[in-house]
């Protein structure tokens, strides 16, 4: 069972710049795709960027494009999203993501989430 642990949340001023990251228990290699999510006060999770599993593609909301970058590091079983230019919208808690498939079986696993406040 791997587990999944974020950090690097906090409180910044709006135009500043986090890098969240979140470590694996275990090997992140076998990982089809890993992704960060987000889900603020009162609203929806929803998903804010994708990485492959060879990390040469990527996928990211419209609203986060040109200002988040997420990476892997297959060797370190960690996944990083990099945060700039950051809005007071962008206020959430973030939550990572993985999901591999093993026998024909999906399984899914997420962090605990780090909060993440942008101040006007």
């Known amino acids: 069972q791997v587990q999944l642990v974020e950090s690097g949340g906090g409180l910044v001023q709006a135009g500043g710049s986090l890098r969240l990251s979140c470590a694996a228990s275990?090997?992140?290699?076998?990982?089809?795709?890993m992704d960060w999510y987000r889900q603020a006060s009162g609203k929806q999770r929803e998903l804010v960027a994708r990485?492959?599993?060879?990390?040469?593609?990527?996928h990211y909301a419209d609203s986060v494009k040109g200002r988040f970058t997420i990476s892997r590091d297959n060797a370190k079983n960690t996944l990083y999203l990099q945060m700039n230019s950051l809005k007071p919208e962008d206020t959430a808690v973030y939550y990572c993501?993985?999901?591999?498939?093993?026998?024909?079986?999906?399984?899914?696993?997420w962090g605990q989430g780090t909060q993440v406040t942008v101040s006007s």
């Open positions: 993501h993985a999901g591999k498939t093993m026998n024909w079986v999906p399984y899914e696993y």
């Open positions: 275990g090997s992140i290699s076998s990982f089809n795709s």
């Open positions: 990485i492959t599993k060879s990390g040469f593609r990527t």
